[in-house]
């Protein structure tokens, strides 16, 4: 054993010093989105049959997000319940907008996170700045809006006890790039109850939210089942277990 252990770190220090990124360095990308296409592949065909799932489509289509957000709204009958809607990424309010006008109790809260500046970073095809719109005007008081990035703006909000623990939880993850995934889901992790649901709208992108929620998952030890997906796991809702 003392001698696997010596083997294994001096050639841990010979790779080292071998600076090998002088070399492969091209390869870091590469490798790294096909590690986590394979890992989402995998992820794929473990999925167990569920009621509401397109899975395989040829018509992809981001309108079908609505039916997805439909059928939780009616298999958990939330017309009328009293919960908190969350969501990060919220850009012109699309679909913000249709959780608002589908939940129809006076008690229920809807908060929506964004700088409203554009994404921070470089995401795929899109540039740092790309889906900067203005902040959503909607004739409803039980909305709110929190201008910032998320990283500025969310331990304030959770500090000041927004993050209702009594309340079912509807939490929408739209941020698209990983480290704002990554960070919002790593913020509220300790807030999130069984039978809160998530969504999220680019889950099989396989460098971002796919990723994000993997990390988060093996890091925390928390347990979600998947209850809904549409455009080959594109848009998706899970439930805390
Ligand atoms: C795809 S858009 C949201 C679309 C919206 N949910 C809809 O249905 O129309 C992604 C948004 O996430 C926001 N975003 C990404 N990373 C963020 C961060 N770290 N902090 C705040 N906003 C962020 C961007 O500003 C952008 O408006």
């Not at 790593?186 to 680019?202: R, V």
Request: glycine fraction near 4%; proline fraction near 2%.
């Amino acid at each position: 054993m003392i001698n696997k252990i010596k083997v294994n770190a001096f050639a841990k220090n010979l790779v080292i010093l071998s600076k090998p990124h002088i070399l492969f360095g091209f390869a870091e990308k590469p490798f790294k989105f096909i590690a986590n296409t394979i890992s989402l592949s995998r992820w794929i065909s473990n999925q167990d049959k569920i009621e509401f799932n397109d899975y395989f489509t040829f018509k992809r289509n981001h309108s079908k997000r609505y039916e997805l957000y439909q059928f939780i709204h009616s298999k958990f009958n939330l017309e009328f319940k009293d919960i908190n809607y969350y969501e990060f990424g919220v850009s012109g309010g699309d679909s913000f907008k249709w959780w608002v006008n589908n939940i129809k109790n006076e008690n229920s809260r809807f908060f929506g996170f964004d700088t409203f500046e554009g994404l921070p970073e470089n995401w795929g095809f899109f540039k740092k700045g790309d889906m900067a719109n203005l902040i959503p005007t909607i004739d409803d008081n039980r909305t709110t809006f929190v201008k910032g990035l998320f990283q500025e703006t969310l331990f304030d909000f959770i500090d000041n006890n927004n993050f209702d623990k009594s309340k079912p939880k509807i939490i929408h993850l739209d941020a698209d790039i990983f480290s704002a995934t990554l960070f919002v889901l790593t913020s509220i992790a300790k807030h999130l109850n069984k039978g809160d649901i998530l969504f999220f709208d680019e889950y099989n992108v396989p460098n971002h939210e796919y990723s994000a929620f993997k990390i988060f998952r093996e890091s925390f030890y928390i347990d979600f089942e998947l209850i809904g997906a549409v455009n080959n796991y594109y848009q998706v809702a899970f439930m805390v277990k």
